[in-house]
């Protein structure tokens, strides 16, 4: 069996940001991702950065993992699996993986889970046939590999993804003519909203798709609108033309390794779904088993890094290294996590974290 | 109202401009209306005009003496939320954000649009601005009647004429 | 359905790979998955559902919800999502849960 000292799951801006720190004292990584490239999400993210600027803020995305990865590609202790996904993990620490067919164990001392989400989809008729896509799955199609999903595209769901996406289809040359809220005020950052409405797009309160038409992919939504209770008001249906639904109705954590090897996982709503039960530290319910990112609770990209940072010090610590100035740097990323969390926006997580009892 | 529409109000949009008499110099116009964590304005700003405290959810605030409209909080802003506006002889002279393809050219006569995605008027394109340190934001200036100062928001530019 | 101009990125200049769907000779570019490179050709049904046969297109693009597994080279429930485009693969459509 190949041994390593420490296994990060996934390679995307939390996994990436905590391999730095590891590699920095010397501790040897593997970072393993199922994806042919290194990034996650940060690969097809073309848009500027929120935050400040300890969080790489108004940098692009795409720009900031060119940075991140720079950061660690030429360390000689990083190990780096592509194209490989873990199929199973088991509390003695043995992740098992797949890659190009083959199967192989590895034996780690640390084990970080940085896996990151999957997006929800959404009870509709004929929600199945294609044409009806993920928002983040349609911006990775035309950021990461230059296609477009079609030519009219009906976003569903007004947060940051949604809005963004919606913006990014636009500079892809795809109408938006409508996108679509069922609750009664938009959910992600209005400056996203406002610019995508002086674009041109209708911005839909309390309104949602009832079904999707066509027979082997979309050729028009029906939508209506929802009463208080977010129920369809019968008699409200329009049908409005377009080739592609994009749905943008939130993030689920990939908690499905964690719950493989049995560490605690709890439902909690607000973080998006079954998350870990993790300490101060990042560390899970097993020994040695850390998390990370999304994974342990849906946020932005930039509170990914922190948390990310955060745990490739803890496990660093934990190992038996020296981390230098670990005193300073490490209550200053907690501190820069807390600010990204202040504000109306922050209090969903705020709120979770609190019943998931980590804050 | 804007939490449902994305469309900021005539009220809101005017309180985040100063005097049109200040406006004889061009000026940061800021449409940040909700607190989000994000500071890249006041660490961008060469001359300490925009200011955001420690708790970068705090929105931003603008001293129009210190500002010099050099539009470098335009490019760097991530959420597009910032313009450059000046009166000058009954005109306006915006510079605004950009990143769609292709740019206009100087001299170009193009839509101009309000806050709804409205055409309110035409305006000819009087410089565009994409450097490397922009990044891909293009800051497109243009010029156009006093009346539209506070509906003007962006551009269209025509297609195939 | 590829893009020719993007205000921020360039997609130009990628190398063409040639495969089949099908059975019919298709080409992609390098850096495609076999699902973006169907999707530019204006391919989206890649599959059919296992018990109503319904049509099935990509949905998550990361590998995650088999919606858009397919035959690769004789091999059933490829993650095309995720799997990059290579000279000469044989893909087809796959019916439920395939066979090996």
């Known amino acids: ?359 | 109202m804007i939490e449902k529409t994305g469309i900021a109000s005539l009220e809101q949009v005017k309180q985040e401009f100063p005097d049109k008499v200040v406006l004889k110099k061009p000026k940061a116009i800021i449409e940040c209306y909700k607190e989000i964590p994000c500071n890249p304005c006041h660490t961008s700003c060469p001359f300490e005009a925009i200011y955001i405290p420690e708790d970068i959810n705090v929105r931003p605030k603008i001293d129009f003496d210190k500002c010099t409209g050099c539009g470098i909080c335009v490019y760097n802003c991530p959420g597009l939320a910032i313009m450059v506006t000046q009166i000058k002889d009954g005109k306006i002279a915006m510079r605004i954000p950009y990143e769609f393809t292709p740019l206009p050219e100087v001299n170009q006569t193009v839509y101009v649009v309000n806050r709804a995605g409205e055409r309110i008027s035409e305006a000819k394109v009087t410089r565009v601005q994409i450097s490397e340190k922009q990044n891909k934001t293009a800051l497109i200036a243009i010029e156009l009647d006093e009346q539209y100062l506070y509906e003007a928001i962006t551009i269209e530019v025509h297609h195939g004429s | 359905m590829r893009i020719d101009k993007h205000p921020i990125l360039d997609f130009s200049s990628r190398k063409k790979i040639r495969f089949t769907f099908e059975g019919k000779e298709q080409y992609g570019f390098e850096g495609d998955t076999i699902a973006s490179a169907l999707h530019a050709l204006g391919v989206k049904h890649l599959s059919d559902s296992i018990h109503k046969k319904r049509p099935r297109g990509f949905y998550c693009a990361i590998g995650n919800c088999a919606s858009c597994n397919m035959i690769v080279d004789g091999i059933p429930n490829v993650r095309t999502c995720i799997t990059p485009l290579k000279e000469g693969v044989d893909v087809r459509m796959q019916e439920g849960k395939g066979r090996f």
Not at chain 1, 201 to 208: A, F, K
Not at chain 1, 258 to 274: D, F, I, S, W
């Open chain 1, 1 to 359: 069996m190949r041994q390593a000292e420490v296994v990060i799951i996934g390679a995307g801006p939390a996994g990436l940001a905590a391999a730095k720190p590891l590699l920095d004292v010397g501790a040897e990584v593997t970072l393993i991702d199922r994806s042919a490239m290194l990034g996650g999400q940060l690969t097809k993210q073309t848009h500027m950065f929120f935050g400040s600027e300890k969080q790489h803020a108004s940098k692009r995305g795409i720009d900031i993992l060119k940075l991140m990865v720079e950061a660690i590609e030429t360390y000689p202790n990083l190990t780096v699996l592509t194209e490989t996904t873990v199929v199973g993990l088991y509390a003695d620490k043995v992740v098992s993986c797949v890659k190009d067919d083959h199967y192989f164990k590895i034996q780690a001392q640390y084990i970080l889970i940085a896996a990151g989400a999957s997006e929800k989809s959404l009870p509709f008729e004929n929600n199945d046939i294609p044409g009806v896509y993920a928002a983040g799955a349609v911006q990775t199609l035309m950021n990461v590999y230059g296609v477009k999903p079609g030519d009219r595209v009906i976003m569903v769901g007004s947060g940051n993804i949604g809005l963004i996406v919606s913006y990014q289809l636009m500079q892809a040359g795809v109408q938006v003519p409508l996108l679509l809220e069922a609750a009664d005020t938009i959910s992600g950052y209005l400056v996203h909203a406002s610019k995508i409405r002086r674009l041109g797009v209708d911005i839909r309160m309390n309104t949602s798709i009832k079904r999707a038409l066509g027979e082997t992919s979309v050729e028009a939504a029906e939508i209506w609108q929802l009463d208080e209770n977010w129920q369809g008001i019968e008699g409200t249906e329009t049908i409005i033309p377009c080739d592609t639904i994009c749905l943008s109705v939130g993030l689920a954590p990939l908690t499905e390794l964690l719950q493989q090897a049995g560490a605690e996982v709890k439902y909690v709503r607000e973080l998006g779904g079954h998350v870990p039960k993790i300490n101060q530290h990042y560390e899970t319910s097993l020994d040695a088993v850390y998390a990370c990112g999304d994974v342990a609770g849906i946020e932005e990209a930039s509170s990914a890094m922190i948390s990310g940072h955060i745990a490739g010090i803890e496990i660093a610590l934990k190992a038996g290294y020296t981390v230098a100035n670990a005193n300073d740097i490490l209550p200053r990323l907690r501190h820069d996590l807390r600010n990204l969390r202040e504000g109306p926006h922050g209090e969903k997580i705020r709120i979770g974290l609190k019943k998931l009892g980590v804050a």
